[in-house]
């Protein structure tokens, strides 16, 4: 906590330092500098926070009055007093806090969701658990961002445990998905563990190397590599009603092994297998050719015809990475992406910014406050369907045609190639698919003279490269920005809980409690599993930490009642199902009008959670055992 740092103010480098501030967050610190709420009142107010947006829209005269007196206030704290003695509020004078920063009244529904997420109190968190030695040993399969986070949070319950990783190393997407431009599109000061702060951020979405040194710095903090196997691959899991144990098959350095285990926890994640398409004639190309998240080790870019097949979200952080380098960069496209304006997409994060994160005391908590809140399901009534909203396809209702509106004229505004309009502004409503962040990167690639966007699909491939609307295309390199196998859940291990393979019983259309625990399949857990993607809000991370809380605390049960088994009662597993589809059925995302990677073969959504953060963090946060079979 705050109160082991020590830190010497330079009131020359804080006055410098102030200028990279969120002046919204540093005006509700002065409360913990000066002990007293009523400050607020003396100070602008900012307007109402929106995603993104860090400065609360205050003009400069407001923000210079909140620097002096700041300075000032700080100055004088440090000056007479040492870090362990900063104010702690109240929940209710942080309430007060939470309002100011984001300009509005922060409902009651979120407090204490934001409350658990500040993490702002005058004990350590680590002492609300009782670690007891467990009699019950959990395989956590995978070891990225979730898995991490389970072995994080079973070890501190004192729950034994062990992961198994098909990769060589950790990090899981982060590991795999190596191509240039590979970055994160959530804001990197929420994007972390709430427990595990990173001050140190390089840009404020970092690449692929940064967040994967992130996890390996967490992954060495908790001293997980010692129950850790790599190149491990689960193939096999059978429940046993008799042991009341799975029987787990898994392949190590081409060796065969069997075991038992009492609960598994599922870390493979929804994003983890490419999906080549089925392409006739795919195997006679003669060139380079892989999927986006199977980048070479060698250039087969530079002065190389190439073509990227897709323009999801990895081709459009990989067309503007390689565009330049490229003679010729051919781009298939079956459907444009809408885009989200962000100038800050690609910006680093000043020194002054770090120190600031890093040293002044609950800056960065309330930094990450501002990130979250503002996109806490700030969109989400704006996504169902207005039944009485006039059918024309491309929005549906009234503030979502705003938005289209909105993102139509930001995209235009970066087009001076004006055939490039009709291939570049989505037909279908705008957060129907995955949102992407726009800096003006990917329209401006668009531009280029050696680079061709083609609004159609690959018909066939030969060894020369692709024919596509009866025309040949040449080409050296042939990356699929395609995606992933979404949908095939666990795949592709082979899991039966006792009543047949998941897979065949349920296809595309997995049965599930929360995402989490499943009717078919005892002891069984899953992290990032069916219905739990976030497309409106919040962070994956975010979700994982809902879903771990939530399995500790049904393991934590069953271990302090020395109960073997658990299992989530059909009846409670269908309950939560049919409301699931039923809101997804009034939701952008089942839009007649959408395809995506969040549908199954049938149309219905599978991958993507219809839920406020809200009300998934209320469910996770009160494990029922009256909805389980013992």
Known sequence: MHNKINVNINKQFLERALDSASFPVVAALLVHFTGDISILDKLPRPNQAVLGETQGFLPEEDRQKIKKIALNEISRFFSNHQVNDIYIPSNNEINKMMNFIVGESVSSDYIPMMLSDLKIASHDSKSDFETTKSSLEVLIVGAGMSGILAAIKLAERGIEYKIYEKNADLGGTWYENRYPGSRVDIANHFYSYSFEENHQWSEHFSQQPELLDYFKRCFDKYDIQKNTYFETQVTDMKFDDITQTWKVASIC????????????????????????????????????????????????????????????????????????????????????????????????????????????????????????????????????????????????????????????????????????????????????????????????????????????????????????????????????????????????????????????????????????????????????????????????????????????????????????????????????????????????????????????????VVTTSPWRLVEYWNWTNNFNPDEYDF
């Not at 970066?414 to 409503?429: A, C, E, G, N, T």
């Not at 019983?505 to 219905?531: E, H």
């Not at 879903?547 to 069953?558: D, F, L, P, V, W």
Request: proline share 5%; net charge negative.
């Open 253 to 604: 350095n081409g060796s065969r092994n069997q075991e038992t285990i009492n609960i598994i926890i599922s870390c493979v994640g929804q994003l983890n297998h490419p999906k080549i398409p089925n392409i006739k004639g795919i195997d006679e190309f003669q060139g380079n050719m892989f999927h986006s998240s199977k980048w070479p080790d060698g250039d087969v870019i530079a002065e190389k015809k190439v073509a990227v097949v897709g323009s999801g979200a990895s081709a459009f952080q990989i067309v503007p990475s390689i565009a330049k380098s490229c003679k010729e960069l051919t781009i298939f496209q079956r459907s444009p992406p809408w885009m989200f304006p962000n100038p800050k997409y690609h910006e680093e994060v000043d020194e002054e910014k770090k120190w600031l994160l890093e040293n002044l005391p609950f800056y960065s908590r309330w930094y990450r406050f501002l990130l979250f809140y503002p996109g806490s399901d700030q969109l989400h009534d704006s996504l169902f369907v207005d039944s009485s909203w006039k059918d024309k396809g491309d929005s549906i209702n009234q503030q979502n045609d705003e938005m289209r509106e909105l993102f139509t004229a930001a995209m235009l505004a970066q087009i001076s190639d004006k055939s490039l309009i009709d291939k570049v502004i989505p037909k279908y409503p705008p957060f129907g698919k995955r949102m992407l962040q726009d800096n003006g990167a990917w329209l401006e690639s668009l531009h280029f003279p050696n680079v061709s966007l083609l609004s159609e699909g690959v018909e066939r491939m030969n060894s020369r490269g692709i024919v596509s609307s009866e025309m040949e295309h040449e080409f050296d390199t042939i990356i699929f920005a395609t995606g992933f196998k979404a949908q095939d859940f666990f795949y592709p291990i082979n899991i039966d809980g006792g009543s047949g393979n998941f897979k065949s019983i349920y296809k595309d259309s997995p049965q599930s409690y929360l995402g989490i625990t499943f009717s078919s399949m005892p002891n069984f857990f899953a992290m990032y599993g069916p219905g739990t993607n976030l497309a409106h809000a919040g962070s994956i991370i975010f979700n994982s930490e809902c879903q771990i809380n939530y399995i500790c605390s049904a393991i934590e049960y069953m271990l302090n009642n020395d109960h073997k088994v658990i299992k989530v009662k059909s009846e409670i597993e269908k309950q939560y199902q049919d409301r699931f589809d039923e809101r997804h059925k009034r939701m952008v995302w089942q839009h007649a009008n959408v395809s995506s990677w969040y549908q199954n073969s049938k149309g219905k």
